[in-house]
C-alpha cells in the first residue's frame, strides 16, 4: 500500500521539505512544511512578492494550542461559544470551518443537545 505513487511523484518534483515551520498554535516543528523548488520559483509568492512572515499574537486564554494537541476540547476553553466564534474567531481553531472548535461549534453541539 504505497498510496498514489504518480502523485507522489510529482509532489516530490515540485516541492522540498521545509527544515522547520512555525504553525499557529503549535510552534516550530521540524519537517513539518513543504516549500516549492528553486524550478518552480516564479510560482512562489513567498518570493514574488517578498512576503515576510508576521508574528501572530495569541490571546493568552485561547486554548487552541492544547486543542490542536488533543490535551483540551473545545469546551474546556472559556473563550469557546462566547466570545469566540466563527464570526469572530479568537484562536487558528475557530478560523477555518475545519477547525476543531468551528467543528465543535457547528455540529458538536447540537449532537450533544440531542443525547
Do not use: H
Amino acid at each position: 500500500a504505497d498510496g498514489n505513487v504518480k502523485a507522489q511523484a510529482l509532489m516530490g518534483e515540485v516541492f522540498d521539505l521545509r527544515e522547520t515551520f512555525e504553525w499557529r498554535g503549535l510552534g516550530f516543528i521540524p519537517n513539518s512544511a513543504l516549500k516549492l523548488k528553486d524550478a518552480y520559483a516564479a510560482f512562489d509568492a513567498e518570493k514574488r512578492y517578498a512576503l515576510e512572515a508576521s508574528e501572530a499574537k495569541e490571546n493568552p486564554a485561547c486554548q487552541c494550542p492544547a486543542i490542536l494537541r488533543g490535551a483540551k476540547s473545545p469546551e474546556d476553553c472559556k473563550l469557546f461559544g462566547t466570545v469566540c466564534t466563527p464570526e469572530n474567531p479568537i484562536g487558528s481553531c475557530m478560523v477555518s470551518s475545519e477547525g476543531g472548535c468551528a467543528a465543535w461549534y457547528s455540529y458538536g453541539r447540537q449532537r450533544k443537545k440531542a443525547s
